[in-house]
């Protein structure tokens, strides 16, 4: 009975966990970032931009926001803030 019993928890957990995994396999996240270069350029283009930033504020392809923003037309870079600490990569 208790063979019987374990067989059935484990059916129960796999057809619960299988649907769930495959669920988050497929979907894919997107940082806010990419979001803004890809449908929403049209909130900065043409309005002159102070960003606040780091190191970290990379896009999905590995470019640093920054460097992303400076090669768009029509999007200007008027100031850049950061952490007192550290340095920067990039010179705009």
Not at 68 to 80: E, T
């Amino acid at each position: 009975m208790m063979a019987f019993m374990k067989k059935i928890f484990l059916i129960l957990i796999l057809i619960y966990f299988i649907p769930v995994t495959l669920l988050f396999a497929q979907s894919k996240v997107k940082v806010g970032a990419d979001v803004l270069l890809e449908e929403k350029l049209e909130l900065i283009k043409g309005k002159k931009l102070g960003i606040v930033t780091n190191h970290t504020a990379v896009l999905a392809d590995g470019t640093h926001l920054v460097d992303a923003l400076h090669k768009i037309d029509g999007v200007q870079i008027v100031a850049l803030y950061g952490p007192e600490h550290g340095k920067a990569e990039f010179v705009v």
